[in-house]
């Protein structure tokens, strides 16, 4: 009993110790973070604000010195959506993001569960895979363009073989080029979703595994019920990265396409990018705000749910 009350007062005196308001408690850290605070809140939180105000005004070149007078309201968003290059730039990105997305996850994870089953050579092998996501997208681009051009490409290769008839044109071709960018796109992401899933594979427990066995559960309905539901947190976070670097993609598209034939392969960060820096500034910021506001409507709803469940958990 003696030992008992006397903790309960180190306790009560220990409360008394701490600052009364909690804003108080952990001030070095605090402190540490600030210069970090200020920049999101100047450079990112600012930019936004800045990037949304500019987008409603008819600057070309330059930022407008006078916003007041400039400011044209919803004009720009009305000329973008009314632009058919727009349109056609927000399709591509529908086509290539969906079909990257989906190919980049079952190839990585597929390539992950054979790496993950103790093979020989394995560091070799996962040098290999891993390889392409050092190089850059210019670079990838640039290899792409030269093995799918048909005058000197894989299409002259195969009928240099003696096979004549043998016809791989897609870089050329209008309906099919957004498939090429699908294609460099997954040779490049492949490796890096690879690494990802077999992180997480190493990190299942083994017992799993056995307890697997002994209930005569197949392998493969192992990886469905047990092993994927369980690596749920690793899917999540290989989704943002490969979603954010597919939204971004630019370079890859001017080093191998340059958005032809005509408009066939263009993507929204190349229309911003194009008006921002050569045509008009403003439009260029509103196509940026209708991207940003359309990346939001998906990730904040999603980031609520995600996180509200866990604290209800």
Do not use: C
Request: aromatic content about 12%; charged content about 15%.
């Amino acid at each position: 009993m003696a030992d008992t009350a006397r903790s309960a007062e180190l306790s009560s005196a220990v409360r008394d110790e701490r600052p009364p308001n909690s804003l108080l408690r952990n001030m070095a850290s605090k402190i540490a973070l600030t210069p970090m605070i200020l920049t999101v809140l100047v450079v990112f939180i600012g930019g936004t604000i800045w990037t949304i105000a500019y987008s409603m005004t008819n600057s070309r070149v330059l930022p407008t010195r006078n916003f007041a007078k400039d400011f044209v309201g919803l004009e720009q968003y009305v000329k973008l959506f009314a632009t058919p290059r727009w349109i056609i730039s927000v399709e591509n990105l529908a086509v290539f993001g969906s079909l990257s997305l989906i190919f980049v996850f079952v190839v990585g994870f597929i390539l992950a569960v054979l790496m993950d089953q103790k093979i020989r050579f394995e560091n070799t092998f996962r040098t290999i895979f891993l390889y392409p996501f050092a190089l850059s997208f210019i670079i990838t681009g640039l290899v792409w363009q030269w093995m799918l051009n048909p005058a000197f490409g894989l299409q002259k290769s195969m009928r240099d073989l003696g096979w004549e008839s043998f016809t791989f044109d897609w870089i050329a071709n209008r309906d099919m080029v957004v498939y090429t960018l699908v294609i460099a796109a997954v040779w490049q992401g492949t490796g890096l979703v690879m690494a990802l899933m077999l992180a997480g594979l190493r990190g299942i427990d083994d017992d799993i595994w056995r307890a697997a066995r002994v209930d005569g559960i197949p392998k493969w309905r192992t990886y469905l019920s047990v092993i994927i539901p369980m690596m749920r947190p690793v899917f999540i976070t290989t989704l943002v990265i490969v979603a954010a670097g597919v939204v971004r993609t630019y370079d890859l598209v001017v080093a191998m396409t340059g958005g032809g034939p005509g408009l066939s392969s263009q993507l929204p960060t190349v229309y911003i990018y194009e008006f921002m820096f050569v045509a008009n500034l403003s439009q260029g910021l509103a196509a940026s705000t209708v991207l940003l506001v359309t990346v939001a409507i998906i990730i904040v709803p999603w980031a609520f749910w995600e996180f509200g469940k866990r604290r209800s958990q």
